[in-house]
């Protein structure tokens, strides 16, 4: 299996900066590498994130003290582990294609370091017939998640459990 690198943000809104990132690199179907960064909760201001996203980041400890700090990391993680990889994510527009825009726009990643393709768990979902809006619901139904110790202690809308889960998903829908 081809090495899978997945990421996820969460943001203040489907349109607002991020404040969350994290990925999960997957060779040959076991987890290598991740990574998460955080800025904290000061600073959201959509509710719906406010109600369902920020309880479900537990403990996470505040990483960065601003979004350009938080990128430049993410950036560097990106670019030391996309070589040969899948570049993923669940329904990657906008939240994570903006995270790659503002990425290149800070000069952190250059005009040929974008994923080619960035594919898009959703478009496999949809096209094996399956609900293309949750990860979540593909892995319960095929018992992907049981026994999978790095979810340990995750819950959905934690940015490495979304990771984790779009990758599980993905490795199981192309094989």
Known sequence: MKKIFSFDAETDGL?????AISAA?????TLAATFT???GPDGVTDSWVKENVLPKLGDLAVTHADYDAMLASFAKFYLGNKKDAEVIAHMGVPVEAKVLLDMHARGLIGD???????LDVASVLKARGEDPTSVDKYNERNGLMAH??????????HPLYD????????MHLMQ
Not at 15 to 19: C, D, L, P, S
Not at 25 to 29: I, K, L, T
Not at 112 to 118: K, N, V
């Open 112 to 118: 040929w370091d974008g994923p080619f393709p960035f």
């Open 148 to 157: 999978r110790s790095e979810v340990v202690g995750l819950t959905p809308h």
């Open 163 to 170: 990771s984790i889960a779009a990758a599980i998903a993905y």
């Open 37 to 39: 960064a955080y800025l």
């Open 15 to 19: 349109w607002g900066q991020a404040f």
């Open 25 to 29: 690199v997957y060779e040959d179907g």
